[in-house]
């Protein structure tokens, strides 16, 4: 009579041998994963071990790091009113800007998804902002736009509003042409919203229309819903584009934050600290609480994403 084990061998032995078969695959999934691994660890792992180190020194890159402990941090927190400026500012801008931004995106989706003829054209000339709009010579151009003798003013004169500020020179006005600028960069997630749109099934607005629902009825109660994973999705990423950005601050704000700080971005006091003035070690603490910021945000948007994001596959 056989036993269970002696049942079970064929079994083992087969499961043994694919087992076998299986580890030469693995070594060249390794070897082929090899540049990737060394790059991680030569130039993403170690650079970023090295600054969470100084960020606990003092470090001017001329002499060698003096261990500070927190310093850095309580310095941060306590006695520099331009981080908290930059900390404001930067908060103003992504709140409004990246708000801005997706709805007139979504809202252009919406409009090149009705079948207009020539679409790849138009697709490709709404996406050309995205491609140029954080170059330095686009951000050149927007403050001779917005000078005191640019376009814009010009343009209000056409229409019997006859202004000589200059929107960059005004603390009041400055950080609403850096949103301006975020939000004609909408090439991106507008591509992203127009593959979401066309995954729609075509039924749902059928069944609407039979049921007299117009235009505004069927965005809010079919399109919207319907695209929330795609929302929230463009959302993340513009979140955490806003919080980084900083070429065209620089350039608008003439490298020093615009008129009384107003565009003093956290990305450029972080620059200012590093290479203005030499505090690499409290520069490097300033990214590390960056991408503390940035992650409790994007948490904080997962968690309150369960209450407004519906995917199809939902129960």
């Known amino acids: 009579m056989t036993s269970g084990l002696d049942r079970r061998a064929p079994t083992t032995v087969r499961a043994a041998r694919a087992t076998e078969r299986r580890r030469p695959q693995g070594k060249w999934a390794l070897l082929f994963l090899s540049p990737w691994i060394v790059g991680l660890a030569l130039l993403t792992a170690g650079p970023l071990l090295a600054s969470l180190y100084l960020s606990f020194t ?4 001329l002499s060698t790091p003096q261990w500070a402990g927190v310093e850095n941090y309580t310095k941060m927190f306590t006695a520099d009113p331009l ?8 908060g103003v801008y992504v709140a409004v800007a990246v708000p801005l931004q997706l709805t007139f995106a979504l809202l252009l989706a919406s409009v ?5 003829r020539g679409m790849s054209v138009w697709r490709a000339l709404y996406y050309l902002p995205s491609l140029f709009g954080s170059s330095v010579a686009i951000a050149i151009l927007w403050r001779e736009i917005f000078g005191a003798n640019g376009l814009f003013n010009n343009i209000l004169g056409l229409i019997g509003i006859h202004s000589t500020t200059s929107w960059i020179g005004d603390p009041d006005w400055s950080l609403g042409t850096l949103v301006l600028l975020r939000a004609w960069e909408f090439g991106s997630p507008m591509i992203i919203f127009l593959a979401g749109l066309r995954q729609i099934p075509a039924e749902l607005y059928e069944s609407a229309s039979l049921d007299g629902a117009g235009t505004v009825r069927k965005f809010f109660a079919i399109t919207l819903p319907m695209l929330t994973p795609i929302v929230f999705f463009n959302l993340i990423l513009q979140i955490i584009s806003a919080f980084q950005v900083f070429g065209s601050a620089f350039i608008i704000g003439g490298g020093q934050g615009g008129p009384g700080n107003s565009m003093l971005v956290y990305t450029l006091y972080l620059y200012q600290a590093a290479f203005n003035n030499f505090q690499m070690g409290y520069a490097a603490a300033m990214a590390w609480v960056l991408l503390v910021i940035i992650g409790a945000v994007t948490a904080v ?7 407004w994001v519906h ?4 129960q």
């Open 58 to 61: 003092n470090y001017d890159l």
């Open 83 to 90: 981080w908290r400026q930059s900390v404001l500012v930067t």
């Open 112 to 116: 090149l998804n009705r079948g207009i």
């Open 301 to 307: 948007n997962f968690w309150l994403s369960r209450y």
């Open 311 to 314: 995917y199809s596959d939902e």
